[in-house]
């Protein structure tokens, strides 16, 4: 039923309960507006087509006692719906609350994971150290070197704890949605990366990159780990990345390409894990918590994140986040 | 005496009169034009109901007193399939798809007091009750 469908029914609905004060015809009004209210249409809408109808010098001459039933009468369909969403919208509140309350729960547990276990490692890490300095050259020598791994190992814990400490964060939401311009966030990544790119004589491009409604933060993190992570495995030639963004009817999505050395199609699966690493950390250190961090971070933002990827020709990762409402021009009637 | 009344209910036309002895009884009691509205919405709703899954049944409208108080009753009751899982039945959406607060749940909300019992091969009584303020 388009708006004109709409406003032709109710017309002549209201010209005839006007003339005859049938209940058949005001089970008809209350039938359309049910219809209108199905298909997302607003009091707005109804508004006008009243509007539109009483316009008629025909239905103006009429008994206005009923051209007001027929108005009402559609009013108590959308005061259904409208009781509805009251209702729902209490519902959520309720279950807003206790996910709140769930997740701060769950961040703070982290959080005393993340940080309380840091304290006893650094001490472990010390007193392995004053072992080694202590003894160097007294014991045999292969006790030197299980010393320097119980060092190596203590410190790569301590890595892995703060990864967890930045996963933990990275769930904590909280910051608001606002304008965010991509370009911005694109140039301050570059900054934090600059010693890197420098060292590894990088070129990293954008295309066109819009301002959109988003939490910046997030957006920052997501990036930050993507181009950190195509930096990093693209060894041997200088790392060229392009950043870009594009437009969906639903969301926009935001891709990273590389000239790396791209991704086994066996790991797709295990790249997006916590602690998962596809490579060895020999060659390419790090906690394998940054891919991680980006699709908690991106699902919890309602889009998703893949890629594509040949080996040895680079690897492109797309994300998705949501266009939000104020984007788009507003839906009909409202 | 205010006028109660059992109306068959079988197809379309018969919410109309459904409707009609419902605002009728409604009127009598002296409930307000805009409560009017909503009880024939109510009424509405759970004779589409047995139009539409149960094929037929009936409609009791009738007037209430509970010590000083006067309400109007709608008792809707069918003797089709019944509902398999009325918990599901009276979420939101679960009959009319896209329209939130519409079918089961609508009524209720538009009503004092709601109540539903059905079972599979029982068929299905609505009871629902306002009062007058």
Known sequence: MTQEGFAQRYARILSEYASNGDEGILSQAYELAREAITQGRGLLDLAEVHRLAIEQPAIMAMDQLRVVAVLTECLGAFEMTHRGYREANLTLQGLNRELLRSNSELSVFAHAVGHDLQQPLYTIDLYTQLLGRRFQGKLDPKADELISRMSVTAKHMSEMLAGLLSFARSGGGGEPITRVDIESVFDQVLLDLAVTVSEKNARVTHGSLPTIYTRRLHLTQILQNLISNALKFTPGTPPIVHVSAERGARDWTISVADNGIGIDPADRDRIFKVFERVKSEHDYPGVGIGLAVCRQVVEGEGGRIWFDSRVGAGSTFHFTLPVQHDETPGPRGW | ?133
Do not use: C
């Open chain 2, 1 to 133: 005496l205010p006028s109660d009344r059992v109306v068959t209910v079988t197809q379309g036309t018969d919410i109309n009169v459904a409707r009609e002895a419902g605002r009728a009884l409604a009127a009598e009691l002296g409930f307000g034009a805009s409560e009017r509205v909503l009880i024939a919405t109510a009424i509405s709703e759970v004779a589409r109901n047995i139009v539409e899954f149960a094929g037929s049944g009936e409609v009791e409208l009738a007037t209430l007193r509970r010590g000083t108080i006067t309400g109007i009753s709608i008792i809707a009751r069918d003797r089709g399939p019944g509902i398999d899982d009325v918990e599901a039945a009276m979420r939101d959406g679960f009959t009319t798809g896209s329209g939130l607060g519409l079918g089961l749940p609508g009524s209720r909300r538009l009503m004092d007091e709601f109540e539903i019992t059905s079972g599979p091969g029982d068929g299905t009584t609505v009871t629902m009750r306002k009062w007058l303020r």
